[in-house]
């Protein structure tokens, strides 16, 4: 299959990002070379339902309308005949797709003029052979071409296999027999393999090794999961190698491939920022927020739908701060927006008191120069708002602030029992989330009837019980055999009296509360950037030579980083909530100015996959760590999970009946 050389590797030309490449790759490698000769009218465009996500979050409709797309039709569905049309087929290569085609474009009449098929994934020699045979059809191809593009790009630095099964396939009670395992493992690396192709990148496949192995110990195909997709990977990979031209044919980058194990702690825990507190809290369906808005004729208000994404330059700026940054900047744009107009003055002159943002919000709203701008600006300015409320009425304050003490060893089961017992009133799903911390990190807390007595005292029901025995099945493969310095363990070493799952770090002030957690994987990417991921714990597929990783490969990478002061056991807090002033590339107004310079600076990619589901704190992590590692960091997993959905996922790894009905996605 013949493919298009777009150099888009670190190393060639100029650097565009992940989603960038995506979307060029969309528009202009499928839909514009369609543009040739007597087929530069408009087209049809056709997809199935996993393309039409794929497109979806790269590119608006108004881009394909660019591009000459007149119309999309789903290929599942009835359409109607447009014989003096061409079409664009985007599919994936299944038998049931090209039978679908197939009907289409043979016989007498066909649907379309012509037709143009890409392929989401490498096809079949058996579907292309399926194709050549019908000798009706042949004639009416203009291109048969595989796209290699088959995941979702939900973020600038962030993609998804969209496999919501994956923790109960892979990590299920009965996984054994089922089925479904290597079904969703060869799914997941065919279309994690696709991210490479799309990026012209061969990474060195660095993955979380099972336990080790001797006479006493079992190993499961859960403890396997990072070893057997790692495999996967670069089996597809290596394929790639002969047949997609220009592919790299040695390494330009790296991936390191991690479960869920790694951190049990980073998909339950309160994530204090703009991003994380919209998904968490609001009844958001995705990206997509419903807010009311005064009618314009005066009577109900009005419901509208509004999608809090990149292009949304507020939205852009503040979602990885923490709320109450946020709160201050969205006060700080009313307030200035308020002293340039003069009419917003004299009416706030009116009253002596000083303003809250919500009386700013109002006058503004009144104001006859009322602009998209400012809509926006009140749309964020009310979101701030109904969090804080929440907040407040959740007393979720202090309870975070114990979620924290117990990851850091600063708090224990008498503060949990305290707090169990003096605020009873806390919502189920906040003492759920608050025990699933503490099983976390004190696992033996729960062996026996101890874990059933505090599980009692929270009146958890049943099914909420259910969640927290769950956790057994993500243990860390590797915790067991591993000892403490060299391994990321959520358990602690039980004979020392501090019990915490994350370590302190010294020498940087904390700007804003419950700003202390971080997640796991930003100590192991650190570290993976710097050559020193310990290679027994994260062995590499391609078994690179020892000074790969240490000096040769890795040297060029870091060039352009500026070594930092502090020690690696220095306090973690979160940078992304420093003063506004500070332009320490860890602000959102930093990272904004700074992006287009700074990638054309960038050293090798290196791609993070979580397999069971990522969150928004490690996606913001990854933000974080590509301004600070000078090398574009991406982060891809079977899904990305708000806490409540994970926890529905979580339920159902023991259930006897699943149903993906019955996740709240």
């Excluded at 609001?282 to 009618?295: C, F, P, Q, T």
């Excluded at 744009?333 to 002596?352: D, E, L, W, Y």
Aim: glycine letters at 4%; one cysteine or more; hydrophobic letters at 35%.
């Amino acid at each position: 299959m013949s493919m298009s050389d777009s150099d888009s590797s670190s190393h060639g030309g100029e650097y565009k990002n992940f989603r960038q490449i995506s979307r060029d790759r969309l528009l202009h490698e499928m839909l514009r070379s369609t543009k040739t000769g007597e087929s530069k009218s408009w087209k049809v465009l056709i997809m199935d339902k996993i393309t039409v996500k794929v497109i979806s979050c790269s590119c608006k409709m108004a881009d394909i309308t660019d591009e000459g797309v007149s119309l999309v039709e789903d290929l599942f569905r009835r359409r109607q005949p447009l014989p003096s049309m061409d079409a664009i087929y985007f599919m994936q290569p299944s038998r049931e797709n090209v039978v679908m085609f197939l009907s289409d474009m043979s016989g007498r009449v066909p649907l379309y003029k012509k037709a143009f098929i890409f392929f989401s994934s490498p096809v079949p020699k058996e579907l292309v052979s399926l194709i050549k045979n019908d000798t009706s059809v042949l004639p009416r191809i203009g291109a048969l071409r595989e796209m290699n593009l088959e995941y979702f790009a939900i973020d600038s630095q962030g993609f998804i296999t969209d496999n919501e099964r994956a923790l109960e396939e892979l990590f299920g009670e009965n996984v054994e027999n089922s089925r479904h395992y290597d079904v969703c493992l060869n799914v997941m690396a065919s279309r994690i393999a696709t991210v490479f192709a799309s990026l012209r990148e061969l990474p060195f496949v660095r993955y979380r090794s099972a336990k080790n192995l001797d006479a006493s110990t079992v190993t499961t195909l859960r403890d396997v999961v990072p070893t057997k997709l790692a495999a996967s990977i670069w089996n597809c990979l290596t394929k790639y190698k002969t047949t997609i031209p220009h592919f790299p044919q040695t390494e330009t980058c790296e991936l390191l491939i991690l479960d869920r194990s790694v951190d049990q702690i980073a998909p339950v825990i309160h994530e204090w920022t703009y991003d994380a507190m919209c998904h968490d809290l609001l009844d958001m369906e995705g990206n997509k927020y419903v807010h009311e808005i005064a009618s314009k004729t005066g009577g109900e208000p009005e419901k509208k739908e509004v999608l809090l994404e990149d292009h949304d330059p507020i939205w852009l700026e503040l979602r990885h701060a923490h709320i109450a940054d946020a709160s201050e900047r969205l006060h700080e744009k009313m307030t200035n927006f308020v002293s340039k107009n003069k009419a917003a003055q004299i009416q706030g002159s009116r009253n002596g008191s000083e303003l809250s943002t919500r009386d700013l919000q109002k006058m503004v709203q009144a104001l006859p120069q009322y602009s998209e701008q400012i809509d926006k600006l009140s749309l964020h300015v009310e979101i701030a708002g109904k969090i804080n409320r929440i907040i407040r009425e959740m007393d979720l304050r202090e309870l975070g602030q114990l979620e924290q003490d117990l990851v850091f060893g600063d708090a224990g089961t008498k503060e949990v029992i305290n707090f169990l017992r003096t605020k009873q009133h806390a919502s189920p799903e906040s003492k759920l989330r608050l025990l699933m911390i503490y099983a976390a990190v004190s696992p033996e807390k729960f062996e026996g009837d101890k874990g059933s007595k505090l599980m009692q005292l929270a009146r958890l029901s049943p099914d909420d019980m259910n969640a927290v025995h769950n956790m057994r099945l993500l243990e860390g493969s590797s915790d067991a055999k591993k000892n403490s310095a060299g391994s990321f363990s959520l358990k602690f070493d039980v004979n020392k009296r501090k019990h915490a799952a994350r370590k302190d770090r010294t020498g940087e002030e904390e700007t804003w509360q419950l700003s202390r957690f971080y997640p796991m994987i930003e100590e192991l990417v650190e570290k993976l950037g710097k050559g020193e991921l310990p290679k027994n714990d994260y062995p590499c597929m391609n078994d690179p030579s020892p000074t790969v990783h240490g000096t040769t490969q890795s040297a060029p990478v870091r060039n352009n980083q500026v070594p930092t002061a502090h020690s690696m056991r220095s306090r973690r807090t979160a940078t992304w909530a420093r003063p506004r002033n500070s332009d320490d590339g860890y602000s959102s107004d930093s990272v904004l100015r700074h992006t287009s310079s700074d990638f054309k600076r960038m050293g090798q990619r290196i791609f993070v996959f979580i397999i069971g589901g990522a969150t928004r704190s490690e996606l913001r992590v990854c933000h974080k760590l590509t301004t600070k590692l000078k090398r574009e960091v991406i982060l891809g997993s079977s899904s990305l999970d708000d806490p409540p959905q994970f926890i529905t996922k979580l339920k159902l790894l023991s259930a006897q009946e699943l149903s993906i009905d019955d996740l709240r996605i």
